[in-house]
């Protein structure tokens, strides 16, 4: 079945469709996702995923999982990739089977960004799972510099930032697992966001030399765009948030929303994580 956004057509994705997700994932990314990861999604049925098409064209994809992968298969694998020099991409995951959707991969080719074609993915995705998902916590991981995405999962998946995502502990076969490292963020619906500025209680903005907060709510002033856009100075500055953070999310406080400074009437040029204490 096809849904149609004007000239945007989104339908499923199959085993035949894999060639064309890893060319948009390594047009997006630099990076790949491994055939044999993307097989048994579709094999073992552990997930759904979905292409987005502009002019007969496919322009971005989506995948969620409902089952964690199978490790086992698919490390040593990722390891003879990674020894070959193969830039790839891999998250390991924990899900709650059957209480969870795990939102996997997202990529939108670099020309078609900005355009909404991801929160047509995720809502499409959404409305037409063979079951019914209302229910389940929606997760992920994502970037902690990845701004525009996470406005996107508050947005769209009413996530909030819940959590450091740590290098994975396992071992595989004697082998340290590979996996998602901690510059990422782990996304739960759990916790509402909040993504209206008038719901911001505050303007204390918390700044790299301070201890830890002891407040219910403040702001961590942080940068727009991706890490390798900024200057070395703006790297260290994210840098120290990405150290404060690492502590303070680990049951103590959330980050509710990401807003920029012109919506809090703050910093124009900064943006700015709202955090809320648990």
Not at 20 to 40: D, M, S
Not at 113 to 126: D, M, P, R, T, V
Not at 211 to 238: M, R, W
Not at 244 to 261: P, Q
Request: include cysteine; hydrophobic fraction near 40%; charge should be positive.
């Amino acid at each position: 079945m096809k849904k149609s956004f004007r000239l945007l057509q989104i339908r499923s994705a199959t085993i035949k469709d894999i060639e064309t997700i890893q060319a948009i994932e390594q047009a997006a990314f630099a990076a790949h996702v491994i055939r044999e990861e993307l097989e048994q999604i579709f094999n073992e049925e552990r997930g759904n995923a979905f292409l987005a098409h502009q002019n007969n064209t496919a322009v971005g994809y989506l995948v969620i999982l409902y089952e964690n992968l199978d490790e086992e298969k698919l490390q040593p694998l990722l390891r003879k990739a990674k020894k070959r020099g193969e830039p790839i991409m891999h998250d390991d995951t924990h899900i709650k089977k059957g209480s969870q959707l795990y939102f996997h991969l997202l990529g939108v080719l670099p020309s078609q960004q900005n355009k909404g074609i991801g929160h047509k993915l995720l809502e499409h995705a959404l409305a037409t799972l063979p079951f019914d998902n209302k229910d389940l916590e929606r997760t992920t991981c994502v970037r902690v510099n990845n701004l525009a995405s996470i406005r996107l999962l508050s947005k769209v998946l009413r996530m909030s930032m819940v959590s450091r995502k740590s290098p994975p502990w396992e071992k595989i076969n004697g082998h340290p697992m590979l996996g998602s490292v901690e510059t990422n963020f782990n996304a739960s619906s759990k916790i509402e966001p909040i993504t209206t500025p008038s719901r911001v209680n505050t303007r204390k903005i918390w700044l790299p030399k301070y201890k830890q907060p002891k407040d219910n709510e403040f702001l961590v002033a942080i940068t727009h765009g991706e890490e390798d856009e900024l200057d070395p100075a703006v790297i260290e500055q994210i840098n120290q948030v990405m150290a404060f953070t690492g502590e303070a999310l680990e049951g103590k406080y959330v980050i509710r929303g990401v807003f920029k400074g012109i919506e809090l009437d703050l910093n124009p040029n900064l943006s700015y994580f709202y955090f809320t204490k648990v």
